[in-house]
């Protein structure tokens, strides 16, 4: 049943003397909360505001994650090797994306992957190489701490619940921080109680594809960077210069997260034609904001006018 079509129940006729309430005691706080839910609202089904503008705000967001977690590594590691020795280039290289890390931690409370990945692997190079002396080895066991960072992606995928945690796909941790973490859907429902639920989480509770999607690029996540150690176990046994072993290194954690960014954005457009689909009739079936909206005006209408009878009264008495 359409918002438009609910008959006017005791809980309309309810929440109705209920807005009429809160406006005399707060004549605009109700009216404006109604108000914003239905103007400009993000809704299953619907557009998201201002796309264009999200859009850039998306590439500008992934150019500078690139530019810290793969442009100023390479470009500090190239930079000082030949100033300083090679183990502690690969130390200093690892800095700026583990910086960045950290200040997106305490920030927003969330965790750049990228960047603790290859900050991670050079200072963990760096280090293990001071120790050895070693700097192919440091390499390998660069590598290694990608393959721990994928088998903690095919962790995640385990359905791990508990009354205060739940275990989610880390690509599902990392598309609800990074796609629609400021997109939240307010809405409402049938007994003119005001809901919200982030957009993200409305996917994985009511959209089935979405949920497979995101365990599907988790688990590729996962094998990919393990895959990664393989690559680097060759590299390290093979007659490749140190400086080759890195450039290679890095251009394999590129090709790795690009890929995996295509298969992202391939599978949420996918995800976002079905989520529109089943969001529209969730939409209408579950959201009366318009329906509570139109009750509140009319019943503002009809204070306005009996407000005028009033005063016309008061005129014609006079």
């Not at 880390?170 to 609800?176: I, K, L, N, P």
């Not at 796609?179 to 089935?208: L, N, T």
């Not at 150690?229 to 450039?247: F, N, P, W």
């Amino acid at each position: 049943m359409s918002t438009t079509e609910m008959p006017e129940t005791s809980r309309a006729r309810s929440y109705n003397t209920s807005c009429n309430k809160n406006q005399s005691e707060q004549p605009d706080n109700k009216q404006v909360k109604i108000e914003a839910y239905s103007e400009s609202r993000h809704v299953p089904g619907g557009k998201i505001p201002n796309l264009g503008k999200w859009i850039l705000r998306q590439l500008m967001a992934l150019g500078l994650i690139l530019l810290i977690d793969v442009g100023i590594p390479l470009a500090l590691y190239y930079g000082l090797r030949n100033v300083l020795d090679v183990l502690y280039s690969l130390i200093i290289s690892g800095i700026p994306p583990f910086l960045w890390v950290i200040y997106g931690f305490i920030r927003h409370r969330r965790i750049d992957a990228l960047g603790l990945i290859i900050g991670l692997s050079f200072i963990v190079s760096g280090v293990i190489s001071l120790i050895n002396g070693d700097a192919r080895i440091a390499i390998l066991r660069e590598a290694v701490v990608t393959a721990v960072v994928g088998t903690m992606f095919l962790v995640t995928l385990i359905p791990i619940r508990s009354k205060r945690f739940t275990m989610r796909p880390m690509a599902y941790t990392m598309f609800r921080q990074m796609v629609f973490s400021e997109f939240i859907y307010r809405w409402i429902d049938k007994d003119g109680k005001e809901q919200e639920m982030g957009v993200a989480e409305w996917q994985w509770q009511h959209v089935r594809q979405f949920r497979i999607s995101m365990f599907l690029q988790t688990t590729m996540w996962g094998i990919l960077l393990d895959m990664e150690l393989v690559a680097a176990v060759i590299m390290v046994k093979s007659s490749l210069t140190l400086d080759e072993v890195v450039a290679y290194n890095n251009i394999i954690t590129s090709l790795v997260v690009a890929l995996q960014i295509v298969v992202s954005i391939a599978a949420l457009i996918y995800c976002y034609r079905v989520s529109k689909r089943i969001g529209a009739a969730w939409t209408r079936e579950n959201d009366y904001t318009d329906y509570y909206s139109k009750l509140n005006n009319d019943s503002n209408r009809i204070k306005e006018d009996n407000g005028d009878a009033r005063h016309h009264h008061t005129v014609h008495m006079a």
